[in-house]
């Protein structure tokens, strides 16, 4: 009896430790499922690639009333290469996941997402890379003009600051104002993250302010 019973302990013993080093191993993985009109045999196993580099792989595809689920797991160090609103396509039995227009937060796990498959949609997640270098050269054309709009509203401080508290507060909420309406603008048109960079220059300008 003593024999079974230790013999039983090893057991236990032995499935407690794969399970531990199977949790240790997938750790920061993140799965996602894609929704597609049409998967174009996508198939369990194949490969998840972002700007040519394979993030992942797919673990099942299922039928979803006239659509397909295709769930995907994302190895834990591209576990950021699936935002909410990445582009997807199906290219050489491979997922293809392009983020070259993507300003969105990375997918929680178990997020469930609709692949946007119109034709403009699929021929960007298919090419965006191509276009990539232009964007940010158009992103750092942008920055650029945003540095420069700032500067312009805020280089006259010193002047500010001389005239008195009542004379600088005013200006500081007029800047302030300026910003907001910028941001907002730029989030119209899709453009957070430059709206981020204008919000963390003000915030950098108003603590210069408090010297």
């Known amino acids: 009896m003593r024999k079974l019973f230790s013999f ?10 794969w399970f531990g080093a199977r949790w240790l191993v997938h750790r920061g993985e993140v799965k996602a499922t894609i929704v ?11 490969p998840v690639t972002e700007n040519g580099a394979v993030v992942g792989h797919v673990t099942n595809v299922s039928a979803l009333d006239d659509r397909t689920a295709v769930t995907v797991q994302l190895d834990r160090d591209h576990r ?26 990375p997918v929680d796990d178990g997020a469930i997402l609709n692949a946007k498959e119109d034709r403009v949609a699929t021929w960007l997640a ?24 700032f500067d ?23 800047v302030k ?3 907001a309406k910028a941001e907002d603008d730029l989030r119209k048109t899709n453009r957070a993250d430059e709206a981020k960079k204008l919000k963390e220059k003000l915030d950098r300008w108003l603590e210069d302010v408090k010297k």
């Open 8 to 17: 039983l302990f090893l057991v236990l013993l032995a499935v407690g430790v």
């Open 36 to 46: 597609f009109r049409d998967a174009h045999g996508l198939k369990r196993g194949d």
């Open 80 to 105: 950021r290469s699936i935002v909410s609103d990445s582009l997807f396509a199906v290219d050489h039995h491979a997922l293809v996941v392009t983020n070259t227009f993507a300003v969105g937060s």
């Open 126 to 149: 298919k090419h965006g890379g191509a276009v990539k270098p232009y964007l940010d050269a158009a992103r750092a054309k942008a920055d650029e003009w945003i540095d420069r709009d």
């Open 152 to 174: 312009n509203w805020t280089e006259k401080l010193p002047e500010w600051k001389r005239e008195g508290s009542d004379s600088l507060q005013r200006h500081v909420d007029d």
């Open 177 to 179: 104002k300026r910003v």
